[in-house]
């Protein structure tokens, strides 16, 4: 089984900065895509960045250039570095980690239980 856990979440000012870390454990073999969604209240689920093994990057244009995403593939962690954070950047924010368990085993997709971000105005 694999778990995915999220850290990093709070309460912050406009314009302010918070890093979310994510790190998947269990039975790995490697991990494909890991990537951030977040959920504002009344709204349905948005991607907000995905990153690749290879360190190839996709980000929603809502958050171009002000969050960053990153890996560390030893770890099997993913961070989000969220900069110049507005009221609409609050949400819950998950995590989520296409992992093969063996080397002739299928993908199957792993999702963190959440951490809060609020942005004050």
């Known amino acids: 089984q694999v778990e995915v856990v999220e850290s990093g979440g709070g309460l912050v000012q406009a314009g302010g900065s918070l890093r979310l870390s994510c790190a998947a454990s269990g039975s790995i073999f490697s991990i494909n895509a890991m990537g951030w969604y977040r959920q504002a209240p009344g709204k349905q689920r948005e991607l907000v960045a995905v990153?690749?093994?290879?360190?190839?990057?996709n980000y929603a244009d809502s958050v171009k250039g002000r969050f960053t995403i990153s890996r560390d593939n030893a770890k099997n962690t993913v961070y989000l570095q969220m900069n110049s954070l507005k009221p609409v950047d609050t949400a819950v924010y998950y995590c989520n980690a296409d992992v093969r368990a063996g080397s002739v085993s299928g993908v199957m997709r792993y999702w963190g239980k959440g951490t809060l971000v609020t942005v004050s105005s």
């Open positions: 990153i690749t093994s290879g360190g190839n990057t």
